[in-house]
Structure formats: structure tokens, C-alpha cells
């Protein structure tokens, strides 16, 4: 990780986790999230906060799957992203 990304990652954290600002939770602690784009490609700047919970939890992106996550809560990784970098 070079220093612009740790830059842009300690940015992301500092929003807290973008599902639970989305629910009106307000902002909590939050990990990097890397998401995948088409082709599985790992992109750095590709990153959003999520919550212990949102992230690994039963009730998380890797918990329930991207699907299951976008049905649950209407509403996707990359508006997600969108919204986070928006932020920024
Ligand atoms: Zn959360
Ligand atoms: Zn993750």
C-alpha cells in the first residue's frame, strides 16, 4: 500500500460505515471493504466503511452476499461507493 492509498483509506474509515450512514445510524466505526468490479479486478480506490456487522456479520456484505445484501437493503456496493466518495 503506498502512501496515497493509506491517505484515501484513512479518509473512508474516517466516514464510518456507509450502510449504517444510509440507515440513519449515524456514524460508527467502521473496516475497508474492497469491492469487486466485473472480472474480479481489485482496484485500490474501490473501498467503502462498513461496520464490524454490515461487513462480516450475519447481516453483512460477506454474510449475506452481494444479492442478498442489495435485496435486504436496497441498495448496492457501488451506489454505496458512489454516495462515500461523494463525501470525500
Ligand atoms: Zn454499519
Ligand atoms: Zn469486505
Redesign the pocket.
Known amino acids: 500500500m503506498n502512501k496515497e492509498e493509506k491517505k484515501h483509506y484513512a479518509k473512508i474509515a474516517q466516514l464510518g460505515?456507509?450502510?449504517?450512514r444510509h440507515?440513519g445510524?449515524g456514524t460508527?466505526e467502521?473496516e475497508i471493504h474492497h469491492i469487486r468490479r466485473f472480472g474480479g479486478k481489485r482496484e485500490n480506490a474501490e473501498v467503502i466503511g462498513?461496520?464490524p456487522?454490515?461487513?462480516r456479520g450475519n447481516t453483512g456484505v460477506h454474510g449475506l452476499g452481494r444479492k442478498g445484501f442489495e435485496s435486504r437493503y436496497g441498495i448496492d456496493e457501488q451506489t454505496l461507493l458512489n454516495q462515500t466518495l461523494s463525501q470525500l
Do not use: D, I
Not at 460505515?17 to 449504517?20: D, F, I, Q, R, T
Open positions: 460505515c456507509s450502510l449504517c440507515l445510524y460508527t467502521c462498513l461496520c456487522e454490515h461487513h
